[in-house]
Each structure stands twice: as structure tokens, then as C-alpha cells.
């Protein structure tokens, strides 16, 4: 089958390629990010493969079907970048990759926390200026914290049993799920219990109505003074402003970002000879105590190679017209 593979790097086509091999598509690789402007790119396609920041909005849609592309396979879980209701009216199946390392995601959390926590990234560049001085990079036990998970699902459990390893006191809100199928050790509580009594909060849950900008003025206003945020799940579930507003009162004392709601214009890009225009993002630069990685928490080889497999195993199953397990209905 044809395929156009949209915000392609060389990276995806590299992990691409090699499961290709027992797929034998054609695939278009595809620099561009799809949006109403690029989709007509797909002409030729019957299916198309897009990333976190492709737009598949209801116009992009429409192009699609005019021009016969069948399916949309994501080669992501997060699906907040799609317009399901549209996709069924146009008659375009959808498919995503719902689970491929929970484990990538999960270690990069815990990356950020000892980064923040321990300060190395200050460190090495202290130490490769023959500047061996400790001040200022005091850190913290992580044994006998308590941290909050907002989100029990593949990726929380794996961060909730990681830090329940490290000696920490694990609690979660998850409305979704019961105790019973959550992890040893992990507590369930409610959301407002959370924010009052944890030193770290993580969020873990999707990006939707209920989860945008959960973390703003009000939730903050609940969290201990000095708290540790942390968010690799989606951008828009932290209200930005909000958040520089409590940085700067030392309300939260440490914020991990791998993910940003403006993050469509800036990230997967080297922008390093460009002047950037998000005036929030780049005062979110200025801290110190900020650590933003530019959404890799995913981008493990082993999280690469099942991403690319279960994306071509799902094309496989449309042309060959069997059940789609990780199609993507409206609710
Ligand atoms: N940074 C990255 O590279 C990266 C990679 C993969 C996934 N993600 C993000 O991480 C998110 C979680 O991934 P996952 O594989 O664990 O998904 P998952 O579907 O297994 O788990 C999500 C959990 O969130 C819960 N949830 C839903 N609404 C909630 C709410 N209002 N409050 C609290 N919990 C809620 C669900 O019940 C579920 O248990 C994805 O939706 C995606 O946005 C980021």
C-alpha cells in the first residue's frame, strides 16, 4: 500500500525502513507536518502516517477524504491532535500505537526528577569548567517522598513502581480506574488530597476537556510551597502562565517539562539559528530551576522499533480488512 508519512526525520524513516521489510508498503517519507496546506501531499495514499503535532482537524480531514486517503494510522498514543467525530463522518478509520514502551516514557519522568533534584545538568557543566564548588546544588532524599500521580495508566504504573523501588510514598488520582487494578503500594486519592500532600506531582493522564489546564492558578494555590512538577503527558494540561507565576513566588520549586502547550511551533525542529518568537516559553528558559526537554520522553530504540512495527501491523490489518484493535472511535 501507499503510504505518505508525514513530519518524517530521519529517525523515523531509519525504524521505518527496517520494519518495512516485512510489510513491503510503499512509503512517502514526508518532512512537513500535515495541516490544510500540506495535505494534499497524500494524494496518491491510502493511508497516511502523522506524529503528536500533525493537525487533524476537520478541514484537513475533508482534503483527506477528496483526495481518497482511507486512514489515518498515529504513530503516537496521545490522540488529542485528531478530530474523531469528523474522521467517522468522512469515513476515514484512525489507528494509533495505544502502547509501545511505557517504560521510555516512565524512565524519562524519573530522569527529570534526579536531573532537578541532583542538579547534575549544573554539575557537569561546572565540572567541565574546572569550577568544583557545591554551593547552590543541594539536593533532596527521594526516599520517604511523597509523590502524586495524576494518571495510573501504562505509563504511571510504570513511574508509580520505579518510585515505589526508590523508597518513595506513591499516591494517585485516577477516576478511571480501581484500586484493585492499580500498583502494590500505591495509594488512591482524591485530587485535592493530592495537590495538599505531595512533594512531587506527575501527570500521566491524556490531554482532554477535563485534563486541560488542570494544573493552574487554583490547583497550584492547593500544592505545598515548594513543590515538584513534572509533565511528560501533554502541554496544554498546565496552564504556562500560571505556572511562571508560582516559579516566580517559589510556589513551585522545580518544574520538569518534556512536553508545552505552544510546542507545534517550536519542537523536533533545530531552531538554534532562529530567534524565538514564544516570549512565555523563553521566560520558562530563564529558570533555573527549569528543565525542559523537547518531547523525547518516547524516543527509546526499543519504544522506535515497536512504534514503527504495531503502525505498519495496523496499515496491514485495514488492507487486509481485519479488526482494527487499536482503531480509534467518537465517544
Ligand atoms: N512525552 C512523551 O513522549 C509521551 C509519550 C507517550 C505518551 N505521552 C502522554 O502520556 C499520556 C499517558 O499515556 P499512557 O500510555 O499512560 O496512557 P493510558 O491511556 O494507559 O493512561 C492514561 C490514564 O489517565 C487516566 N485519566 C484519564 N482522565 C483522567 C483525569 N481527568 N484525571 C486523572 N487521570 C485520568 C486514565 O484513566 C488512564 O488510566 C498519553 O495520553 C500521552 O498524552 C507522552
Redesign the pocket.
Known sequence: MKITLFSSKPYDQQFFEEANTSFNNEIVFQEVALNENTAAMATGAKAICVF?NDQVNANVLQHLQGIGVQLVALR???Y?NVDLKKAAACGIKIVRV???S?Y??AE?TIALILTLNRKTHRAYNRVKEGNFSLQGLLGFDLHGKTVGL????????VTAKILVGMGCKVQA?????TQESGVAGVTFID?DTLYEGSDIISL?????P??HH?INAESIAKMKKGVMLIN???GATLETKAVIKALKTGKIKYLGL??YEEEAELFFEDLSDKVIQDDVFMRLLSFNNVLITG?????TAEAMKNIATTTLQNIHDFEQGQRLQNELLPT
Open positions: 503528536v503516537c498514543a496521545g488529542n495505544p502502547a509501545y511505557p521510555a516514557v524519562h495524576i494518571g495510573l495508566g501504562e505509563i504511571g504504573k488520582y485516577d477516576p478511571y480506574i485530587l500521566h493522564c491524556p490531554l482532554t477535563e485534563t488542570i511528560t503527558s501533554r518534556d512536553v518531547h523525547q520522553a518516547f524516543f
